[in-house]
């Protein structure tokens, strides 16, 4: 039976059992969850499992690591033209009980299986096997699973049955997480996601957060989805405008889901017609 999504966690959260999902919007957020759980597992020294639809296929955050540690299976010497679930997970279970025989306390299984779903009746193989692996990693005390989809490339209906498929959602590790203020990437829209309290005391931790994003983009609007934030000081509001005024010709900073509260000071203070700050979605 297919599974409601009923917890999001984030990449450092996951734990044995977890067959998660990731629908990923653009590369960027591929990397942010699939790379940090590849990188942290070889870093701990697990073992690492890529199914990949090719030989060549690139291996979001992969590091040089001691031969035998990193797997990569490519699933297209025995699919063909149509998806096989069935040696698909044959292959899995095979890569599983040779990490197990080799003594690995823990195994990271991920893969991105977008290309299956564009094969002829790839949706609803898919999602047998994914119950299947669902049934086989759940009870597991040593794998943790993450499946990608590339959102792009799936139709809501897609998306939807994929969901009801897993059990967990894998998301990016929060940028920052003290407490009191949490700061997450996100990527569709690019930007950042603040929740709890933005007094001053984190005022730097916010420029700095903003600084470092700015400087990895190329003059896109950066959003900002403030719905979570039960605190905001004025001077915060500053540093916001001070890092939008020091961008205004590069893209706009954008303030989405403001509370009623924190609108009403913007806009009586006049902050909202600032240059390269700009007032966004209210949903």
């Known amino acids: 039976m297919e599974t409601l999504v009923s917890v999001r966690r984030p990449v450092r959260e996951l734990r044995p059992g977890d067959h998660a999902l990731l629908t990923f919007a653009n590369d960027e957020e591929q990397r942010s969850v699939i790379g940090a759980f590849v990188r942290d597992g070889l870093a701990a020294g697990d073992k690492v499992i890529y199914l990949a639809e090719t030989a060549q296929a690139r291996v979001p955050g992969r590091v040089a690591t001691p031969p035998g540690r990193l797997s990569v299976v490519a699933l297209d010497s025995f699919n ?7 040696a698909v997970i044959e292959a899995l279970a095979k890569e599983i009980r040779r990490a197990e025989d080799e003594g690995y306390g823990a195994i990271r299984v991920t893969a991105d299986m977008t290309w299956a779903v564009r094969r002829p009746n790839g949706l609803e193989l898919l999602l047998g096997s994914e119950q299947r692996i669902e049934h086989a990693i759940g009870p597991s005390t040593s794998v943790i699973a993450i499946c990608g989809y590339d959102r792009r490339r ?3 209906d897609e998306l939807g049955a994929l969901h009801r498929a897993h059990g967990v959602v ?8 003290d407490g009191v203020l949490r700061i997450v990437r996100t990527f569709e829209p690019t930007g950042l996601a ?5 007094d ?7 420029e700095d957060v903003l600084t470092r994003l700015i400087s990895s983009l190329n003059g896109s609007e950066i959003h900002l989805d403030l719905s979570g934030l039960g605190f905001i000081d004025l001077g915060s509001i500053n540093v916001l405008a001070d890092v939008a005024a020091r961008r205004a010709f590069h893209g706009p900073l954008v303030l989405d889901r403001m509370s009623p509260q924190f609108r009403t000071v913007m806009e009586t203070v006049g ?13």
């Open 80 to 86: 063909g033209r149509s998806f096989q679930p069935g």
């Open 154 to 156: 799936c139709s809501p």
């Open 170 to 177: 894998a998301v990016a590790d929060p940028v920052f997480e």
């Open 194 to 198: 603040l929740s709890g309290e933005l």
């Open 200 to 206: 001053a005391s984190r005022h730097t931790v916010l």
């Open 271 to 283: 902050w909202h017609m600032l240059p390269g700050l700009r007032i966004g979605d209210e949903g």
